[in-house]
């Protein structure tokens, strides 16, 4: 054995005992139907600074304190339920059935971003839809969007220090200045997608909102062909700016969509962002060029909100993974990150007391 060879078989040794670490560490993410992926591609897990779903899981928590039975982020919350009617356009870019040409339930979800589940409505609060779509086969597609183009942070370690940087103040209310000045310093990107947020101004309400996917996926047709695709829900419904001033109800925006959809359902179409190559799939701060190629491939209704209890929206978990045949991940670290901690966030909240909602369907109603 040579010296370099001597130099290199420790080395070869560790990288096959950190493998079969990591793929063990798979082995059980999966079993719990967890991929914990995301956090592993640094190596570092079983290190003490490691950064991994329980630690980020807790950052909010130590952001917005605990609160038994809620989601830890996206906490206050309305279900819906609804349908999607494919045109079938979508079968050009991939073989899931979602795309074939029917009528598929939905169950959603409308939400507000932050770990408090009785904040205060604001316009400038990141809106959220997620979807469920229950295929004929048995496949589900889930999807968490929200209301903005872009997303503010690349890496899962940049989202977990923004969460402390963008903690309020006591006594401000916001957040210290000069914490956040020194997070943007190091984390350029997320100026930049702060930046192309502020170009887009929040809507009257959910219903005129469009929701955005922000991740790019692996769209893979008949022939084999594999595509990036982004995807957004744009409203059928009239486009309204924000209302100035004082708002009516600290639960305004989801008071709002309650009396709307208990008159007329709520339309959006379901358009898809065709990426080409060079085209970033691995970073959500970065928007794709405006002349990419747009396909409406069919229409979500939601004709019924319910108020969140056992059995509806509050106990899906809206992980970007659950994929049906057709569709895959990219290499966007986030996706693993989001579904990660979606599920330890799931499983905490799943063995706490059910706390009720701040938003009530039959108290709005009358």
Known sequence: MNKETERS????RAAVSRRGVLLGLA?????????VGGFLYAGGWLTPDALTPSRLADRFEQVYGKHDGFRRNHAKGLSATGHFISNGAG?????ALVFQPGRIPVVGRFSLSGGLPDAADANATVRGLG?????????QWRTAMVNIPVFLDNTPEGF????????PVAATGKPDPERMAAFLARHPETTAAMQIVRQHSPTSGFGDSTFHGLNAFGFTN????????????????SVQPAHPGQPPSRNYLFDELIRTVAHTPLRWRLVLTIGEPGDPTHDATLPWPENRRRLDVGTVTIDSVQTEETGNARDVNFDPLVLPA???PSDDPLLSARSAVYA????????EPIQPGAVTVPQVLG
């Open 27 to 35: 082995a059980v993410g999966a079993i719990a139907a967890a991929d």
């Open 326 to 328: 057709g569709i895959s």
């Open 131 to 139: 979807l469920a779509f229950t295929l004929r086969n048995g496949e």
């Open 9 to 12: 078989a420790p080395a070869a």
């Open 91 to 95: 079968s050009a870019v991939s073989t």
């Open 344 to 351: 330890r966030s799931f499983t905490r909240r799943t063995s």
């Open 160 to 167: 977990y220090e923004r969460l402390l940087a963008s903690k």
């Open 222 to 237: 008949a022939p084999g062909v594999t595509a990036a695709v982004r995807w957004m829900l744009v409203p059928e419904q």
